[in-house]
C-alpha cells in the first residue's frame, strides 16, 4: 500500500544590508537593514517554496527560478510561490500544512506572523490555518544572533488525492 502522503523540507538564509526592504513571508517589516538577494529575498518564501519543491519531488527553487534569469530580478517571492503551487495543483499535490520557523535577533518578527500567514496561503490558494509560522532567535550566537542575516527553516506535507 503507498501512502498519499510526501514530507518536505526547506532551509534558506539572506544577509541584511543596508539599502534593502525587509521582506518576510510577504510582508515589508520596518527596520533599517534589508535581506539582500536577487529576488526580494524573502527568506520565508524561500524555505517554504524548497519544502514544497522537495515533498512534490520536482527539484528546488533554483532549478525553477535560476538567479541568473533576469525574470526573476526582484520579483515579489509571493508570485514564486503562486507559481509553485499551481506546479503542485497539475501534479495532483494539495498541501496538508506547513510549518516554518524565522530565525532572526532582530527585529521582532512575531506581530508580523498572522499577516505573513494570511499572504502566504493567499499565494498557495490554500486556508490560512494550514501554514504556521514561528520565530526565534538564536541568543545572540552564531551570524543570525549577530544580525548579520536571517534564516529560515520549513517543513510541509503535501497529500495525493489518488495516492503515488
Ligand atoms: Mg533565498
Same mark, same amino acid.
Given at each position: 500500500?503507498?501512502?498519499?502522503?510526501?514530507?518536505?523540507?526547506?532551509?534558506?538564509?539572506?544577509?541584511?544590508?543596508?539599502?534593502?526592504?525587509?521582506?518576510?513571508?510577504?510582508?515589508?517589516?520596518?527596520?533599517?537593514?534589508?535581506?539582500?538577494?536577487?529576488?526580494? $529575498?524573502?527568506?520565508?518564501?524561500?524555505?517554504?517554496?524548497?519544502?514544497?519543491?522537495?515533498? $512534490?519531488?520536482?527539484?528546488?527553487?533554483?532549478?525553477?527560478?535560476?538567479?541568473?534569469?533576469?525574470?526573476?530580478?526582484?520579483?515579489?517571492?509571493?508570485?514564486?510561490?503562486?507559481?509553485?503551487?499551481?506546479?503542485?495543483?497539475?501534479?495532483?499535490?494539495?498541501?496538508?500544512? $506547513?510549518?516554518?520557523?524565522?530565525?532572526?535577533?532582530?527585529?521582532?518578527?512575531?506581530?508580523?506572523?498572522?499577516?505573513?500567514?494570511?499572504?502566504?496561503?493567499?499565494?498557495?490558494?490554500?486556508?490560512?490555518?494550514?501554514?504556521?509560522?514561528?520565530?526565534?532567535?538564536?541568543?545572540?550566537?552564531?551570524?543570525?544572533?549577530?544580525?548579520?542575516?536571517?534564516?529560515?527553516?520549513?517543513?510541509?506535507?503535501?497529500?495525493?488525492?489518488?495516492?503515488?
Amino acid at each position: 500500500m503507498t501512502l498519499p502522503y510526501r514530507i518536505g523540507q526547506g532551509f534558506d538564509v539572506h544577509p541584511l544590508v543596508e539599502g534593502r526592504k525587509l521582506i518576510i513571508g510577504g510582508v515589508e517589516i520596518p527596520f533599517f537593514l534589508g535581506l539582500q538577494g536577487h529576488s526580494d $529575498a524573502d527568506v520565508a518564501c524561500h524555505a517554504l517554496g524548497d519544502a514544497l519543491l522537495g515533498a $512534490a519531488g520536482l527539484g528546488d527553487l533554483g532549478r525553477h527560478f535560476p538567479d541568473s534569469d533576469s525574470r526573476y530580478q526582484g520579483i515579489s517571492s509571493l508570485r514564486l510561490l503562486e507559481i509553485i503551487s499551481n506546479l503542485l495543483r497539475e501534479h495532483g499535490f494539495k498541501i496538508g500544512n $506547513a510549518d516554518i520557523t524565522l530565525v532572526a535577533q532582530e527585529p521582532r518578527l512575531s506581530p508580523y506572523r498572522e499577516k505573513m500567514q494570511n499572504r502566504m496561503a493567499a499565494a498557495l490558494h490554500c486556508p490560512p490555518e494550514r501554514i504556521n509560522i514561528k520565530a526565534t532567535t538564536t541568543e545572540g550566537l552564531g551570524f543570525t544572533g549577530r544580525g548579520e542575516g536571517i534564516a529560515a527553516f520549513a517543513v510541509v506535507l503535501l497529500l495525493k488525492k489518488d495516492g503515488l
